[in-house]
């Protein structure tokens, strides 16, 4: 069993950075390919961000390439650097885990393949 706990959101003008952080409990986590997906109002739960067991691939939505970044370390964290934040990019996001393929070096980019998920923290980007 995984537990996901996400942190670090907020209010930040349009321009500004914010780093979210996802803490996860659970022997296996390193195992496991990470994401983060984000929900507007009004629209579908979204792919942002996702890196594989190892950390050694990432990918990311064409929405955030060149302005976030994705990393994890061996503390069981991952986290998103976000910059050049924009109104649009105001969501609430979520840290996710896919447990279905441990040791995977493809970073799944559907909701379907992540099992396991954090209860997501408020991104707000002012204009």
């Known amino acids: 069993q995984v537990q996901l706990v996400e942190s670090g959101g907020g209010w930040v003008q349009a321009g500004g950075s914010l780093r979210l952080s996802c803490a996860a409990s659970?022997?296996?986590?390193?195992?496991?390919?990470m994401g983060w997906f984000r929900h507007a109002p009004g629209k579908e739960r979204e792919f942002v961000a996702g890196?594989?067991?190892?950390?050694?691939?990432e990918y990311y939505a064409d929405s955030v390439k060149g302005r976030s970044t994705i990393s994890r370390d061996n503390a069981n964290m991952v986290y998103i650097q976000m910059n050049s934040l924009k109104p649009e990019d105001t969501a609430v996001y979520y840290c996710?885990?896919?447990?279905?393929?441990?040791?995977?070096?493809?970073?799944?980019?559907?909701?379907?393949?992540?099992?396991?998920w954090g209860q997501g923290t408020q991104v707000t980007v002012s204009s």
């Open positions: 996710a885990a896919s447990s279905s393929k441990p040791f995977t070096f493809v970073v799944a980019a559907t909701r379907s393949s992540y099992d396991y």
């Open positions: 659970g022997r296996t986590f390193n195992t496991y390919a």
């Open positions: 890196i594989t067991w190892s950390g050694g691939v």
